[in-house]
């Protein structure tokens, strides 16, 4: 190139500069954020408060009384609330999507701003690594918390209903537990960034984000039995597996010592044998499979990212 | 001449080419537009203005070419730092304050100068109001004083005076006027109200289907060419299109009109001479495309380094 022979180092503009700039063109994120949070974890108070005082009137009522019933009605319904409140967390990375990934680029290049920006003295990757990190910042933060919120409002269903819906591997608990869902907060921003890049204009790109992010959480649900290897019990009795497992498949080992699962036993008497297999994850594959999907998710956000970079060099403004 | 030579130009192509949705827009541009001056860049709408201007500003990458700005490749941070651009649509950020974007301006560029910015701002645009309550002629306004802050070496403005009333055009124009002579900074501002531009600029680019017609200083185009005006039953007006020089004839009932080149033989019979408008000038070579474009000064004429092997591309 030419140009190395003049003007030896270019004033470019400081880090500071471009971070105060980001951040007052996205100051509607942080009371976002903060309204999000705020909502999230006064759901969890208000769900964990039925549980709780579902769970005292249930156990102090005489059994068979009126009160009694409307007790276990209660908790119940609290017990409901709660996988009401789970299944909204599971909606947050749609959301995050659609309303911050798809609009972050979509809009700049629909009202012409990206030819403000790119003119100031900054490169165009800088300027997308400071799109990209304030509200990466901001959506970590957000889905941190409510991975917490959710945290806090198994432990009270745990300690108040006896239903087995609150295992760590139950789809609606897995998904907002642990690092999962920070993870996939991420890479539906980084989607949606991309979405946004390549559609070019808000609204379809928010339409198109949301359904790629939904189809996406199906594949990943889909896929996550097979990110680790399955352990197998094999023996007499079954039903004995210890901690918080996984059930994958069970069913009884034939005499020629085929696997036939419980549910394809048509033949009158074709599961009766003693001998039974089980095929799980144990307790302790659930941190590494919380790792495993996080890290893909994180490599697929990754990926999102690079594209966009490439778009945004490939492409004519 | 010789002060072209010296230093790099302003802004320089070599057969450039751009595309823009599969569409070549420039094909094989090659100009200079000289240093410290204003140059009006004219032509009809479509004619390549935006498309120029914004590869100009390292916006649009040249499929085939090269542009310079000063010797440096306008998509690289020496580029960057040396220009500004406010494009067609004046894009702004509708939310946030007049302060808030001026402010945004001190934050992105290391030379900002505050009191540029405030000059081209004027004194009747509130500071604390959004950009999205604004008016298009002071939306206009805040864009140019982000431009003007940058003080950069070349100003690339794309219809800066597009939706201006009068007494904001005067002061746009001064505005710039005073900074090109202060600062020597070097502007090249598109309009396709000729007239606007008439008196401001004394540097002339015409760019008509992609490619360039006229070149050069405003007051050199004017006196390379005559206007010719004789009675069309003493001049034999149907044979006078084909000869050289003649950039375009017009006949209408018993006057027949020439636009001639300075250098083009006059053709016979009794004809009145005279100095066109620039108006008239423009108008007739955007109106007869088959004629040879006017150049001053061809590129890669003068420059020593024109051996160079970015148009090779």
């Known amino acids: 190139m030419s140009t190395q022979t003049l003007a030896p180092s270019a004033p470019v503009a400081s880090r500071s500069g471009l971070l105060r700039t980001v951040t007052r063109r996205r100051r509607t994120l942080f009371p976002a954020a903060a309204l999000v949070l705020f909502a999230v974890f006064a759901w969890a108070a208000a769900n964990r408060a039925a549980l709780f005082g579902a769970r005292e009137r249930s156990d102090a009522c005489t ?174 009795g079954g039903y004995q597996l210890k901690g918080e497992v996984w059930m994958l498949r069970d069913g009884v080992v034939r005499k020629d010592g085929t696997w036939l699962p419980y549910d394809q036993c048509h033949a009158p008497g074709g599961c009766r044998t003693g001998t039974v297999f089980e095929e799980y994850h144990s307790a302790d594959q659930f941190w590494p499979m919380q790792g495993v999907e996080s890290a893909l998710l994180l490599a697929c956000a990754a990926a999102a990212v690079a594209a966009t970079y490439a778009v945004l060099r490939r492409r004519a403004f | 001449m010789s002060d072209r030579a010296e230093g790099a130009a302003a802004v320089r192509a070599d057969g450039l080419d751009v595309r823009r949705g599969g569409k070549t827009v420039l094909r094989g541009v090659c100009l200079e537009l000289p240093a410290g001056r204003v140059c009006a860049l004219v032509g009809p709408n479509g004619g390549g203005k935006t498309t120029f201007l914004e590869t100009a500003a390292g916006l649009l990458r040249p499929h085939k070419g090269t542009v310079r700005l000063l010797g440096a490749d306008p998509d690289s941070d020496s580029g960057r730092a040396r220009l500004a651009f406010v494009g067609q649509d004046k894009p702004l950020y509708p939310r946030l304050t007049v302060a808030d974007t001026l402010r945004m301006g001190r934050d992105l560029n290391p030379g900002w100068r505050p009191d540029l910015a405030a000059r081209m701002l004027g004194e009747r645009i509130p500071e604390q109001a959004r950009i999205g309550s604004l008016s298009g002629g002071q939306r206009t306004r805040v864009a140019l004083a982000l431009a003007m802050g940058k003080a950069a070496d070349v100003l690339l403005l794309d219809e800066p005076l597009a939706d201006l009333d009068p007494l904001s055009r005067h002061h746009v124009t001064s505005v710039l006027m005073s900074d090109a002579a202060e600062r020597g900074t070097s502007i090249v501002m598109s309009s396709h109200v000729l007239a606007e531009l008439e008196g401001v600029a004394d540097e002339l680019l015409l760019l008509d289907n992609g490619g360039v017609r006229m070149s050069g200083p405003v007051d050199e185009a004017l006196a390379d060419h005559r206007l010719l005006t004789g009675s069309t039953a003493e001049t034999a007006p149907q044979d006078v299109p084909a000869l050289p020089g003649v950039v375009e004839a017009r006949t209408r009932g018993r006057r027949t009109t020439l636009l001639v080149r300075g250098d083009g033989t006059l053709p016979g019979g009794p004809w009145q001479s005279e100095e066109p408008s620039l108006e008239t000038l423009l108008m007739s070579y955007l109106r007869s495309p088959e004629s040879p474009p006017w150049i001053a000064c061809h590129p890669g004429e003068t420059v020593p380094e024109a051996t160079h092997t970015g148009a090779a591309a």
């Open chain 1, 63 to 236: 059994p068979l009384r009126p009160a009694c019933d409307a007790a276990f009605v209660d908790l119940m319904d609290a017990d409901a609330a709660v996988q009401y409140f789970q299944y909204a967390l599971m909606l947050l990375p749609l959301l995050v999507g659609a309303f911050v990934g798809a609009p972050l680029i979509a809009q700049e290049l629909e009202r012409g701003t990206h030819r403000l920006m790119l003119t100031q003295s900054l490169s165009p990757t800088r300027w997308l690594t400071a799109q990209f990190a304030l509200p990466a910042a901001v959506v970590t933060t957000t889905a941190a918390g409510c991975s917490l919120a959710a945290a806090w409002v198994r432990a009270a269903a745990r300690q108040t209903t006896a239903q087995n819906a609150w295992g760590r591997w139950e789809p609606s608990v897995y998904s907002t537990f642990g690092i999962v869902p920070v993870a996939s907060a991420l890479l539906a921003l980084a989607i949606g960034i991309l979405v946004g890049t390549l559609v070019r204009r808000t609204l379809p790109a928010m339409g198109i984000t949301l359904v790629v992010c939904a189809g996406l959480g199906a594949l990943v649900t889909w896929v996550r039995p097979h990110l680790l290897p399955l352990r197998t019990w094999v023996g007499h």
